[in-house]
């Protein structure tokens, strides 16, 4: 069997997470949100970014009594959190943004206020430049 | 399917132990399901298991470990902060033990 050999320590790579579909029907938010929590034990840096119906996910109010399906709206303070840590504590190298894009937000009528949490409105200018300052973007 | 019997109860749980309905949680219950791991609940154990309780109350999911073992770092000094103290609280994985004693499901990482 083959011997693999990871250097990890010490890297330290901007990920950009980019939500872009509504919160339920499809399994994309949920599996991108799991995926934004695992990283937070790598310590790298994040940008959670949500646009076109993705921000619907970050939308207070969630009630998914009518469709089965499990409310996973409360989980997204967990970002919150450890944005918060990532934030007050100078022992964690880690810098995470939680941006909703604007365009997006007022073509559904939203403002800022609607969210569960706070977030960071960019424009997609704006927002092209972070994905190209990023090593890495999943999208879902 | 079984179930654990407490004060003349049933509570229903899976074939690996953990109770099918979080709300339906209670400490005897809890105590009940930790004499079944053999476990001598501490107020440390007690501890690990509210501080989970109140973290699926609010999130919905439990934390990952090493949320869990920052918690604990604050709530009993950094000595105690590692995940080698939390196996010494439950030997058979800190989240996977005390998961189940305090009545979630069982958690999707490996430990």
């Known amino acids: ?140 | 399917m079984a179930a654990y019997t407490v004060n003349g109860v049933d509570y229903e749980h899976d074939e690996e132990g953990y109770i099918l309905d979080v709300t339906n949680w209670n400490e005897d219950l809890a105590k009940v399901i930790a004499v079944e791991e053999g476990l001598d609940m501490t107020d440390e154990h007690w501890l690990v298991v509210n501080f989970l309780r109140e973290y699926y109350n609010e999130y919905q999911i439990a934390p990952a470990v090493r949320v869990l073992v920052k918690a604990v770092k604050k709530q009993f000094g950094a000595e105690k902060g590692s995940n080698k103290y939390l196996y010494e609280l439950f030997p058979y994985g800190p989240a996977k033990q005390a998961c189940k004693v305090a009545g979630l499901p069982k958690p999707t990482g490996c430990v």
């Open chain 1, 1 to 140: 069997m083959a011997e693999y050999e990871f250097e990890t320590e010490g890297v330290k790579k901007t990920f950009t997470f980019m939500n872009r579909k509504a919160p339920y029907g499809t399994v994309y938010a949920l599996e991108v949100l799991e995926t934004v929590l695992i990283s937070a034990a790598f310590e790298q840096h994040a940008n959670i970014v949500f646009a076109d119906d993705g921000v619907y996910q970050l939308k207070a109010g969630h009630d998914t009594t009518g469709i089965g399906m499990k409310n996973f709206s409360p989980t997204f303070g967990i970002i919150e959190m450890e944005k918060e840590d990532a934030d007050e504590d100078e022992d964690i190298d880690m810098v995470w943004r939680i941006i909703v894009e604007k365009e997006s937000m007022e073509a559904r009528g939203l403002t800022a206020d609607d969210f569960k949490v706070e977030v960071e409105v960019l424009s997609a200018a704006e927002l092209a430049d972070i994905v190209d300052a990023s090593d890495c973007v999943i999208s879902g």
